[in-house]
């Protein structure tokens, strides 16, 4: 790759965002709400009392949100759909409206040259199906699988990139072990469990899409590396421990079809035995993998901290971000390498990255956040060096568009390229975002004009 040509031609340049976290409107034109309104609305589960009542309004301001991604120069755009505006139940009658607002959404990329990339679960399942035990029902896997049908059915002649599950470890791990996301259950036996079905779900999907659809379909995972914040040989065995618990649980089953021996160990009498036709559905051949990455694990041997024994540490002489996450660039290389090494060449896309910072207010139609600018530049960076040593890389998605509701930290946390006033939904575009778009500009001119 010559100096002139950074990225290879096509590369895709992206935002990721996410249906609860952006839309607002929860309840608007006949939508049946997920558990993180339920979740959200429980005294003490976010911070400040925040909920996605509002959010960034975004279900309203749909085409002025277009625009924005415009303006940016954005040649790809990830979102999720939320489950239960499609289906009020979850499953059986669909709700036009809301799928409605897809459609819109879809079309509106495509006029502005924008491809869409289809989330079809970040986290937002629909609460008529929790009341039916949600994910720890083995019937998920049947009841998502509908669901995305549904979706081919409707967007495949103009969705080319199709994700089935978000991140399913943070999902199982902060919604069942932790408790700190919906639905908020603190257990060691649900999430193997969970963790399961949620990967069934995600095979059955990719089942109903060869037969119904027509581009590419993939998953996206949070993977980082583990590093053992001391020389001790416990701090190595826990950072090991940690890695297979992370970056293993979902890649061996669905890239090599078995769990990694090392879980059973882990979770003792709480790993159950899985069939073994599962697991062979679940490793059905993806397009694609999708890989968010935002830092790596510094990784202390801690015998409190179930089921790993291992914590994670801030480590204090290092960067840090908002949410005291290291900023470490050289791992989304090390991530990348990784992968193709284990797993083999297969064509990976970058669906999430970046950080949240407490950038100063606007100062007219100016947010100067000069760390998260830095942050973009040296992530950019590393994605390219692992580009130079052969990695199939075929995109980079910032995450994200807008500063919106992060989950249990509510919008004190503030992830996006564009600023948003909460109080009157004023965007501003920060320096990282004028960055962002002279940087796929730049792309342009050298020779990788897009259509
Ligand atoms: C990821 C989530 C995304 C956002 C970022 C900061 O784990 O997929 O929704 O919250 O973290």
């Not at 607002?24 to 939508?31: N, Q, T, V």
């Not at 995305?148 to 969705?159: F, K």
């Not at 949620?198 to 659809?213: P, S």
Request: include cysteine; glycine fraction near 8%; aromatic fraction near 12%.
């Amino acid at each position: 790759m010559s100096a002139d040509q950074p990225f290879p031609p096509g590369f895709l340049w992206g935002t990721a965002t996410s249906a609860y976290q952006i839309e607002g409107s929860p309840l608007a034109d006949g939508a049946g709400p997920g558990i993180w309104h339920g979740f959200s609305h429980r005294p003490g589960a976010v911070v400040n009392g925040d909920t996605g009542d509002r959010a960034c309004d975004h279900y309203r301001r749909l085409p002025a949100d277009l625009d924005l991604m415009a303006e940016l120069g954005l040649t790809a755009y990830r979102f999720s759909v939320a489950w239960g505006r499609v289906l009020p139940n979850g499953t059986g009658r669909v709700n036009a409206k809301g799928l409605d607002f897809y459609q819109r959404l879809v079309d509106g990329l495509l006029e502005r040259g924008i491809q869409p990339m289809l989330t079809l679960y970040h986290w937002d399942l629909p609460e008529a199906l929790e009341a039916r035990g949600g994910w720890l029902n083995p019937d998920s896997a049947r009841w998502f699988a509908d669901y995305a049908a549904m979706l081919y059915e409707a967007l495949d002649d103009r969705v080319g990139l199709w994700v089935t599950l978000n991140e399913p470890w943070v999902s199982t791990v902060l919604g069942y072990l932790s408790g700190e996301h919906a639905p908020g259950r603190r257990s060691l036996a649900e999430p193997p469990r969970v963790a399961h079905h949620q990967l069934c779900a995600h095979g059955e999907a990719v089942a109903a899409y060869r037969e119904l659809g027509r581009h590419q379909i993939g998953i996206s995972l949070n993977l980082e590396p583990q590093h053992p914040a001391t020389d001790s040989p416990l701090d190595w065995e826990a950072a090991k421990r940690r890695h297979h618990f992370i970056n293993r649980w979902f890649l061996d089953p669905l890239l090599r079809g078995q769990y990694p021996d090392e879980l059973a160990v882990i979770f003792g009498s709480n790993w159950p035995r899985f069939p073994v036709e599962d697991l062979r559905r679940i490793a059905a051949p993806l397009d694609f993998l999708g890989i968010n990455y935002y830092s790596r694990g510094l990784i202390r041997h801690d015998p409190t901290q179930i089921p790993c024994a291992a914590t994670r540490i801030t480590p204090p002489e290092r960067r840090l971000t908002a949410m005291d996450w290291e900023v470490y660039p050289e791992g989304l290389t090390e991530t990348l390498l990784w992968v193709k090494q284990r797993y083999g060449d297969l064509p990976l896309y970058i669906t999430e990255n970046g950080a949240a910072f407490d950038d100063a207010a606007p100062v007219g139609n100016q947010v100067q956040d000069p760390d998260r600018v830095d942050y973009l530049r040296t992530h950019l960076a590393a994605a390219r060096a692992a580009l130079e040593q052969g990695v199939d890389l075929r995109g980079y998605f910032a995450w994200s568009l807008l500063d919106n509701f992060e989950w249990a930290e509510g919008y004190a946390k503030r992830f996006g390229l564009v600023h948003v006033d909460h109080a009157t939904q004023r965007r501003t575009l920060k320096a990282s975002a004028q960055y962002y778009r002279d940087f796929i500009l730049e792309g342009e001119l050298t020779g990788e004009k897009r259509k």
